[in-house]
Nanobody
């Protein structure tokens, strides 16, 4: 059974930083995507960032939503099935529940990463940006 577990949420001042982590376990992933999405209460879930991974070659592609590009960085933790989302220059509008997701067969192009199927989801971690 695949498990996806997020960690690292919390309360931070505007302009501050947080790092979210996501660990996937339960099977071997050869060609896959790991992404972050977020949902503000009462709104639709939106894409934040994702990367395509290959077990042999590591990271292939990354893609960011326009509203976080340049402030957020998604990265893989070595050879593990773990990714981090480094969030800098946080704004109150970044307040949301952040979800990690894993999808089989990563999209071939970075631009397709937001739209590909994601098969496994975590429970979410709350991020609050407020003074």
């Amino acid at each position: 059974q695949v498990q996806v577990i997020e960690s690292g949420g919390g309360l931070v001042l505007p302009g501050g930083s947080l790092r979210l982590s996501c660990a996937a376990s339960g099977r071997t992933f050869d060609d896959y995507a790991m992404g972050w999405f977020r949902r503000v209460s009462g709104e639709e879930r939106e894409f934040v960032a994702a990367l395509a991974l290959d077990r042999s070659w590591g990271e292939r592609n990354t893609f960011y939503a326009d509203r976080v590009r340049g402030r957020f960085t998604i990265s893989r933790d070595g050879a593990k099935t773990t990714v981090h989302l480094q969030m800098d220059s946080l704004k109150p509008e970044d307040t949301a529940v952040y979800y990690c997701a894993v999808g089989w067969l990563a999209a071939a192009t970075p631009q397709a990463l937001p739209f590909q199927p994601y098969d496994y989801w975590g429970q979410g971690t709350q991020v609050i940006v407020s003074s």
